[in-house]
């Protein structure tokens, strides 16, 4: 079972308010991802990291930050939401070997009315 | 980047039908993986392959990786409405960007009973 959490599982917010969505793993992986995706279709990748203090823009531009001040911790920050913004969020950890298995999180469905 | 196509995107059988979907790319990887996405849920790896040429079962699930390891496909025999889902391949990035983990854009699978 993966050790990979994301929360809030589902989040409605007004237009113009700042949220963060908090994603942690337990499993010690460097390498950690942030993909917008809507129902059913593609993952696009927005941002990812392979240690500390090492965050990389991903192929599809996001108006989103990123940190990573703990191997465990990869919040995601959007300064000002907006309905643009409405989507499904998932955030992925994997081990140093190009081969090996990403977990995923369950997802952040973040709706901005 | 290395894009990864799939094909089809859609795919709608009866229960009991055979079925090939394919991912298929004019970038050489050093391996592809498959996942599977359920609503609601983040995906799950099915199977990596490294080798050119390599096959490999899942029970009912046979993939293929490419001579060239420039393709790869997923045969489902006698489908069943629970391998209904968005099926995914995934490979790393090349060189520098071995980190980046890119996903084709998806199969969606149903199968009717």
Wanted: glycine share 10%; net charge neutral; aromatic share 10%.
């Amino acid at each position: 079972e993966a050790d990979i959490y994301q929360t809030p599982r589902y989040l409605v917010i007004g237009t113009g308010k700042k949220i963060t969505l908090e994603c942690s793993q337990t499993m010690g992986h460097d390498k950690m991802y942030w993909y917008q995706q809507d129902p059913g279709m593609e993952l696009h990748l927005i941002h990812y990291s392979y240690g500390v203090n090492s965050t990389e823009k991903g192929d599809l531009s996001s108006e989103s930050t990123v940190s990573r001040i703990r191997t465990e911790h990869f919040p995601l920050t959007l300064e000002s939401a907006r309905p643009s913004h409405t989507s499904q969020y998932l955030c992925a950890s994997k081990g140093s070997a190009g081969n090996t298995e990403a977990f995923f999180g369950q997802g952040t469905r973040l709706t901005v009315v | 980047t290395q894009l990864l196509e799939q094909s089809p995107q859609f795919l709608s059988i009866q229960e009991g039908e055979n079925l090939t979907v394919y991912c298929n790319s004019s970038s050489v990887f050093s391996s592809l993986q498959w996942y599977r996405q359920e609503p609601g849920e983040g995906p799950v790896l099915l199977v990596t392959v490294v080798t050119g040429g390599e096959v490999k079962k899942l029970k009912r699930l046979t993939f293929q990786f490419g001579d060239a390891r420039k393709d790869s496909s997923l045969h489902i025999t006698a489908a069943q409405p629970g391998d209904t889902g968005l099926y995914l391949c995934a490979g790393p990035g090349s060189g520098g960007s071995n980190y980046k983990l890119t996903f084709g854009k998806g199969t969606l699978l149903t199968v009717n009973p």
